[in-house]
């Protein structure tokens, strides 16, 4: 059974940065989409950015210029660096894996980590 395990949250303040990871077992991400999602409380698991295995990244509007996903196949890690966080950035971020590329509907994930919690400070 393949299993993701997302790192790296933490409690900053607003314009501050974080970089959280998820280490993938018994799944290839190079042949698979990967992705962030995230979720606040009360509220829906929303897509955040996605990364092909060749490189190719996608973000929702809110998040660009301050998010930047990235992966190292080698190691079976994909990242989110972000950067001039925001108190509507606190969420539960979790990482995902899809056969679908582009895909920003969560419920066609057919993989989930169990979450990462972030939380913006104003």
């Known amino acids: 059974q393949p299993l993701l395990v997302e790192s790296g949250g933490g409690s900053v303040q607003a314009g501050g940065s974080l970089n959280i990871s998820c280490v993938g077992s018994g799944l290839t991400f190079k042949y698979w989409y990967m992705a962030w999602f995230r979720q606040a409380p009360g509220k829906h698991r929303d897509f955040v950015a996605g990364i092909t295995g060749g490189g190719e990244t996608k973000y929702v509007d809110s998040v660009k210029g301050r998010l930047t996903i990235s992966s190292d196949n080698a190691k079976n890690t994909m990242y989110l660096q972000m950067n001039n966080l925001k108190p509507e950035d606190t969420a539960v971020y979790y990482c995902?894996?899809?056969?679908?590329?582009?895909?920003?509907?969560?419920?066609?994930?057919?993989?989930w980590g169990r979450g990462t919690q972030v939380t913006v400070s104003s």
């Open positions: 995902a894996a899809s056969t679908d590329h582009w895909e920003t509907l969560a419920g066609r994930y057919s993989y």
